[in-house]
C-alpha cells in the first residue's frame, strides 16, 4: 500500500502543475449530495461497474470520486467482471463503454485528473486525500491494460498537434505520463513497439516526452532493445540527442551495450547541435568503466571541438544579428555558456572518478605531434589542476611542463586559449596564476617563458582584481632573491607597462615596493627596475606620476650615503631616471620636440647632483660616466639633454687626460717617464700624450692622503681610474653628435702614453712590493685605455684606422704577457677596478693559495651547456689555462727558458679587464693591411704591413667565445636558478647583458664566414706543417709557442661553433629561418649552393664540410671539440640518423686510435687531457653500433696490450690507453655496458625460438665482457677502480636479475647449454664481486665499504633467483647450495675465519644458519648430464 501511494504522488507531480489546485479546491468547497443526478454521467455497462467498485465519474469540471481505498477499487472491479455472467465479453463492453465516455474531451479530461475522495462524513471514505486518476486506476487491472493502453494511444494523435489547452494542460503529455512507473506491465515489448511507432509520427516536443519517459514506462527486460531502437533514433536524428541520452543514461544496460551506444553517441558529437554538447560530454564521461576509459577519453578529446563551437556561434550570431534587433526574446544560449558547461561536466567526472582525471592526463600526455594539441588540451589541465581530484595537481603541473619542454604546446596555443574562453578561463585563474608561478620557479630553463606569457595573458585578458594579483605575483617573483626569477619578473614588468602603461599605472604603488628588496638585485636589475618605475612616473603620459616624489627622495638617499654599494645604486638610478624624464618625445608631445623646460630643468639638476655626490670618489665618478655612456647607447636623448651632457666632456677630458709632448717630461715618478705605443710618429713634435704615469703617481699619494683628511680636499682630483670610463662616454657623445663619425677624436687611436720602458719587466723581481704593484697597476690602466680605444675605433672603415686598431691588439697582446710575468712575481696584489658596477668584494683576485681551486671554478662555468650538449662538454674551458700546460712543454726546451717563467693565467683576472663591445669581433674580418710610409722627402718608399696574428686571433675568439659562452649557453638557462650566473661572473658582462640572446646569436652568424675563413687557415697551416715535418709534430725547428697558439685558435674557433650551434632558441620554431642561415654558410663551402636546400640537405653538407678538419686537429681537446660540434649538428636533423651515427663514432675511434703529443714532444697527460678523453670515449660508445662489440674489441685487444706493454707504454691499438688513462676507459666502459643491458628487451614467453636464441646471445655477448672487466681488477687493483667495479657490477647484477633472468625462465628447456655456460660464467664474475668485497671489508675502506650491503643483496638474490629458475623448469634437484670462505682479490683466504672453520666445514645444506649474515650462489644443472658441478660458496661475514 505503502509503496503504490508513494508512485501515486509520483504520477500526480509529473501531470501539470494546475490539476492540484483543482482537485483541492473541489474538496473544499464542497461536494453537491448524491441527489444531484444531473452532475452524474448517464447509466452504463461501464459507468454501472465503476459505481458498484467505489468511483462515480462526473460531469462538467467536476472531479470524478472515489468512495473506497484505490486498491479495494481494482480488486472489486476486476471481481465484477470476472463473476459477470458475460465474461468475457463483458469486458469488451466495459471497454466500448470507456470508449464512447472518453470521446467528450472535456470527460476524457476528467478520467486523465486525480479522483478526489468523497467526503469524510459519508460513510466509506478513503482515508487518503490524494487519488490516482481513473485511467490509473483501470491500467492497475491486468485484464484491462492492454485494451485500455491501446485506446490511449488511439485517442492521442486527436490532441498531438493542440498543444497547451487553456486550462494548461498537454492532453499528450498526460497520458504518457499515466503509463509510468506501473505495478505490472501484462505485454511489455507490445507497449515499447507501440511507443516508439507513436515517436516515429509525433511532433518533437511530445517525441521528447515519451522518450525522457521510457525508463519509467518500460520493465527491465526491454531496456536493451529500447536501447537499440534510441541508438538507431539517435543517429537519424540530433534534435532528438538530449531525451534520447537522458534516457539512455536512465536505461540499465550491459557493459557491452553501453560500449556500442557510446560508441555512436561519439560518432554524433561533431554535428550536434551547441546546446546539446554538454549534455552529450556527460553522457560519454557517465558511462566509462575503468577498463576503457583512456580509450574513451582518448577519443572524446580527439572528437570535441572547442574551437569550432566558438566559429559556429560567431557565425550564428552575425548572421541572426538582425532579427535579435527586432525579436527581444532572450538568446537560448550562448556558445560560451556552452563551452562552459562542457567544461562544468568534465569538471564533475573528474573529480568523482578517479580513472577519469588519469584518463584525461594520459590523453594528453600521449599527443605528439604540435598540431594535435588543441584548446581543450589547455582546459582540462587547468580543470584538472583547479579540482585536485585524486592529486591531480601535480599530474597537470608534470604534463604541461613536459609539453611545454618538449614544444609541443606552444605560446599561440595558450594565445587562442585565451582569445577564445577568457570568460571561461576566468574561473580558473588561481590554476592560471598558480602555473605560472611554478613555471617561472622552474629550474628547467625551457618552461619559464611559457610561465612568463601566461601572466601576461592573464593581465591582458581579465579584470582589473586579476591585474592586481598578477602584478602582486610578479613582484614577489623580484623580491624572491633568486636571480632567474628577478630577471625574468622585471622582464615580464617592463614588457607590461610599454604595453598597458595605463592598466599597469594603477598599480604603481605595488611595483615601488620593490625598492625596500633592491639590496639583493644585481645592477642589471637595479637598472631594469629604475627603466620600469621612471617609464610609469615620467612615460609619455605619466599616468604613474603618484610615485615621482617617492622615486626622488630613494635616489637623494642612496646618492647621499656613504656606503658605496647604495651611493652605485643611487648613481644607476639617477641615470636610469634621467634616461626616462630626458627621453626624445614625438612633435605631438611636446612644442619642436625638445622638452618642458620644467622637465629639463629636473633633469640638469638631476645629473648635477649625481655629479656633485660622485666626485668624491673615483670608482663612483667612473661608474656615473660609464652609467651615462651606457644610457647614450640604449636610450634616443632629447637634444638639449644630449647637448648638456656632451657640452664639457670633450674640454674636461683634453685638461684631465691629455697632455701636450715637449722635449722632457717634467716631475718625480717612480720609474722613469717615456713616451710609449705611439702609432704617429711622423706627428712627434707637437703631438698629445695620454698623461697615464704623472697622474698615477699623483695618485697614490692621494689614496693615502684620503684616508686622513676626507673632510679638507677641496681640488678636484683626477684619478687615472676614470680614464677609460671617461673616454667611452667622450667617445659616445661625439658618436651621437656627429653621426658615427670620430674624426674629433681620431688622435687618440694613435697618440701614446706616458709610461716607462718595459724593460723593468726583466728586474722585477728585484723591485720592492710597492714598486711591483705600481708597475702592474700602470699595465692594468695601459691594456684597459687601448681595450676602451679599440672598442672606439673598430666600426671605422679607414684602412688606416683599422691598422692602427689591430697595432693596438698587438700592445694589448703583448702587454699581457708582461703582466703575466709582474703578476706571477706580485702575490696577494689587487688591481685597480676596471667594471664598477658591482662589489669591489665580488672581483678579488685570487691568493696564490687558491687560484688552483678558483681555475677549476673557471672552468666550471664554461661547461653550462643545454641538455643535448651537456655531457660531453669537459673541453669548453678558458683556453689561457693552457698556456700554463703550454709552460710545461716550453720546459722541456732550453732556448725557451725565458718564456717559460710565465706562471700566472690571466684568466683568473679577466674581471679587471674593460669589457670588449661585441662590435669588436668585426676586426676577426680584417686580412693582410698595409700603408705607405713617407721618407723625409715625402716620397712614398716603404710599405707598412700588419695583419692579425695568432695573438690577437686568440685574444678575439677567447673574448669572443666567452661572450657566447655567457649568453646564448646560458640564455634562456640563465633564467632558471639552478642555472643563474653567479653576481661575480656577469662582471665584465655589463653591456653584453642588455643585448638578446637572438641578437647575440645573428651577430655571431654574420661573422660565420670569417670564422670558417680562419678555421680553414689553421686546418692548412697543420696540414703544411705536417706534410714538411712528415707527420712529426714536435720535429726541430718548429716554432713551438706559435704552433700552440695556432693549436688555441683552432680549438677556440670550433668551440665558437659549438657555443653557437648549442643555442638553445635553435629548437624553437620561431628561430629556424636563423638556424637554416648559419647551416647555409658553412654549407656553402664545402659546395657553391645552387636552389634552395633544405634543412636536412644543409645539416648533411656542413656535417661533411666539417668532417673534412679530423686530418689536422692538433689536440685531444679540438678533437674532443670536433666531435661535439658534429653530434649537436646532428641532433638538428630528422632523417638520416645511421649516417650522422655512423660517422661520429668512426670520427671518434679514429681520435681514440690516435697518439696525441704536446707542442713540446712530450704525450698528453694531466686531468684535462683525462677528461676529454672520458667524453670522446663516452660518444665513441653512445654512437657505435654495438656497444657489447665495441667493449669486447678495447677489451680484447686493447688492454691485453696494455699488460704486455712497458710501465709507460700504450696500447698499440689504442694509443690513448695507458697505466694513467686505464681508470678512464674502465669507467666508461662499465658505464656504457650496464646503460647498454639495461635497454635490452626483457624476455616473454611468446618470443619464438629465434628470438630467445638472439637474445640469448646478447646476453651471452654482454655476461663475457662483464666477466672480462671484472677480472681486470686482479690486475689493476687501485681503489678508484675497485669503486667502479663494485658500484657499476651491482647494477649491472640488477640489470640480469630483472631483464636477464625471465629470458633464462623461458629459454632453459629450449637452449639448455647456453642457459648453463652463460650461468657458469656469471658465476666467475660474481665470485670475483664477492672476494671485492671481502678485500674492502680488510682494507676498512668506507668509501669501497659503502657498497658492499647493496651489493651482497643483490648476489643473494642471484642464488634464490636461479633456483627459481629451476624449480619452475622441474629441475630443482639439479640445485645445491655450499657455503664459501671469505677470500681477498688474489683468491687468499681472509684469516679471521680459520678459528670458525671446523664449525663451517660440514655444513652444506640449502637452509642459511641463524646468526649469520650469509652470501650464497649456485650452480645449476641437469641431472640427465650425468654430473653436478659442485662448488664452494659464499659466507659474507661470520659473526665474531
Sequence with gaps: MMRKKKRSSVSVDEGPALDAPKSKKSKSSGRPSKAAVPDQVPDSVFVHMLRESGVTLRLGNMSNEIAVDQVVFQKRLQQHLRKDPRYPSIIQEFISGFETHIEDPEKLRNCLLPCVPRSAGEGNASSSSFQESLVRLLLGVEMLQTTIINTLFEKLPEFMFEGVGEDGLNIPRVIINQLKWLDRVVDCKDLANKLMQLVSVAPIEIQRDIITSLPEILEDSQHGDMARELNALLQENTQLTVPILDALSSLNLSTALLAEVRGAVMSTISAVQLEDLPIVVKF????????????????????????????????????????????????????????????????????????????????????????????????????????????????????????????????????KTFKGYAQVMRGYFPSILALAQGLLRSPDCCVVPFGGHMYKQAFTAFDSYCQQEVVGSLVTHVCSGVSGEVDVALELLCELVSQKPTEMSQYAVFVKGILDYMENLSPQQIRRLFHLLSSLAFGHDQHGSHIQDDMHIVIRKQLSSTVPKYKRIGIIGAVMMVGSMGARRSKADSQGGTLHKETHRQVTTLLELVRSCSEGSAEAAALYYDELANLLQTCKLDPLVQVWIGKSVLEDFQEDFVVDLGPEIAGSFPFPASVMYNLDEDESQGGIAVNLLPLMSQDVPHRADSRIFASQRNSRHVSPLCLSSFFRLLRLCEEEQHQGDLEEIDALLGCPLILTDMEV???????????????????????????????????????????????????????????????????????????????????????????????????????????????????????????????????????????????????????????????????????????????????????????????????????????????????????????????????????????????????????????????????????????????????????????????????????????????????????????KSALKVLASRLKEEGTDQTLEQLIKHTFEYLLNFRSTVPSLNTALCLTQLLTVLSHYGTSNYSFYREHTASLARHFLCQEWVTMGGAKERGNKH??????????????????????????????????????????????????????????????????SVRKLPPGKQTDSREVQSEKLLTWNLAVRDFHVLINLVKVFDSRPVLNVCLKYGR?????????????????????????????????????????????????????????????????????????????????????????LKNRDLRGEEILSQRSQESEEEDEESSQLPEGQNQEEESDAEVKENGHHDEEEEEDSEVSD
Design 761 to 1075: 719587466v726583466e728586474k722585477v723581481e728585484s723591485l720592492s712590493k710597492a714598486e711591483r704593484e705600481f708597475f702592474c697597476s700602470l699595465l692594468f690602466y695601459t691594456i684597459n685605455w687601448f681595450r676602451e680605444v679599440v672598442n672606439a675605433f673598430c666600426r671605422q672603415k679607414d684602412p688606416e684606422m683599422k691598422m692602427k686598431v689591430v697595432t693596438r691588439l698587438q700592445n694589448i697582446t703583448y702587454l699581457q704577457t708582461l703582466l703575466e710575468t709582474c703578476l706571477a712575481a706580485s702575490p696577494g696584489y689587487t688591481p685597480p677596478l676596471a667594471n664598477f658596477d658591482c662589489e669591489s668584494a665580488e672581483v678579488l683576485p685570487p691568493s696564490s693559495s687558491t687560484a688552483s681551486a678558483k681555475k677549476g671554478k673557471k672552468e666550471l662555468t664554461g661547461k653550462k651547456r643545454k641538455a643535448s650538449a651537456s655531457k660531453n662538454s669537459s673541453a669548453d674551458s678558458t683556453l689561457l689555462e693552457e698556456a700554463a700546460e703550454a709552460d710545461e712543454s716550453l720546459q722541456d726546451h732550453p732556448e725557451k727558458e725565458k718564456e717559460a717563467k710565465v706562471g700566472v693565467s690571466l684568466s683568473l683576472y679577466w674581471p679587471f679587464f674593460r669589457e670588449l663591445d661585441i662590435e669588436v669581433m668585426n676586426v676577426l674580418q680584417c686580412g693582410l693591411l698595409s700603408r705607405s710610409i713617407l721618407d723625409t722627402e715625402l716620397h712614398s718608399k716603404v710599405r707598412e704591413e700588419v695583419q692579425l696574428g695568432p695573438s690577437e686571433l686568440v685574444f678575439l675568439l677567447e673574448d669572443m667565445w666567452r661572450k657566447l659562452d655567457f649568453s646564448l649557453t646560458a640564455a634562456p638557462a640563465k633564467k632558471a636558478p639552478f642555472l643563474k650566473v653567479k653576481a661575480d661572473k656577469t662582471v665584465g658582462f655589463s653591456h653584453l647583458q642588455q643585448k638578446s640572446s637572438k641578437d647575440v646569436a645573428t651577430y655571431c652568424i654574420q661573422l660565420l664566414p670569417t670564422l670558417c675563413t680562419h678555421l680553414e687557415n689553421c686546418h692548412n697551416h697543420f696540414q703544411t706543417l705536417l706534410s714538411e715535418k712528415q707527420g712529426v709534430v714536435d720535429a726541430l725547428g718548429v716554432d713551438v709557442k706559435e704552433q700552440h697558439l695556432m693549436s688555441s685558435a683552432y680549438q677556440l674557433l670550433l668551440q665558437v661553433l659549438h657555443t653557437t650551434f648549442s643555442w638553445s632558441g635553435f629548437s624553437q620554431p620561431e628561430q629556424r629561418v636563423l638556424l
Design 1291 to 1379: 647494477l649491472f647484477l640488477e640489470s640480469f636479475l630483472k631483464l636477464g633472468m625471465p629470458l633464462l625462465d623461458h629459454s632453459f628447456k629450449k637452449h639448455k647449454e647456453d642457459v648453463q655456460s652463460l650461468l657458469k660464467t656469471f658465476q666467475l664474475s660474481t665470485r670475483q664481486l664477492h672476494h671485492m668485497c671481502g678485500h674492502s671489508k680488510i682494507q676498512q675502506d668506507t668509501a669501497l665499504t659503502n657498497h658492499v650491503p647493496a651489493l651482497k643483496k643483490s648476489l643473494e638474490q642471484f642464488v634464490y633467483r636461479v633456483k627459481a629458475m629451476l624449480t619452475l623448469n622441474q629441475c630443482q634437484e639439479a640445485f645445491w647450495l655450499g657455503n
Design 1170 to 1235: 683525462n677528461d676529454a678523453l672520458h667524453s670522446l670515449l663516452s660518444i665513441y660508445l653512445d654512437h657505435a653500433d654495438d656497444v657489447l662489440k665495441a667493449v669486447e674489441e678495447i677489451t680484447g685487444e686493447g688492454i691485453p696490450e696494455l699488460m704486455n706493454a712497458a710501465k709507460d707504454a700504450s696500447s698499440r691499438s689504442w694509443p690513448t690507453l695507458s697505466r694513467q688513462t686505464f681508470l678512464v676507459y674502465y669507467k666508461v666502459m662499465m658505464t656504457k655496458l650496464e646503460k
Design 284 to 415: 560519454i564521461l557517465h558511462s566509462i568503466s575503468t577498463s576503457d576509459a583512456n580509450e574513451v577519453v582518448s577519443d572524446l578529446r580527439k572528437k570535441l571541438e572547442l574551437e569550432q563551437c566558438v566559429l559556429f556561434s560567431m557565425l550564428q550570431a552575425s548572421q541572426s544579428s538582425e532579427k535579435n534587433k527586432k525579436n527581444t526574446a532572450v538568446p537560448s544560449c550562448s556558445s560560451k555558456d556552452s563551452v562552459a558547461l562542457v567544461l562544468e561536466v568534465i569538471k564533475s567526472a573528474v573529480r568523482f572518478q578517479k580513472t577519469i582525471s588519469e584518463a584525461w592526463l594520459k590523453a594528453i600526455e600521449n599527443v605528439t605531434e604540435l598540431e594535435d594539441h588543441k584548446v581543450v588540451d589547455m582546459l582540462v589541465l587547468l580543470i584538472l589542476h583547479s579540482t585536485n581530484a585524486n592529486q591531480s595537481r601535480r599530474g597537470a603541473e608534470r604534463v604541461l611542463k613536459a609539453k611545454v619542454r618538449a614544444g609541443l604546446i606552444q605560446e599561440s596555443l595558450l594565445n
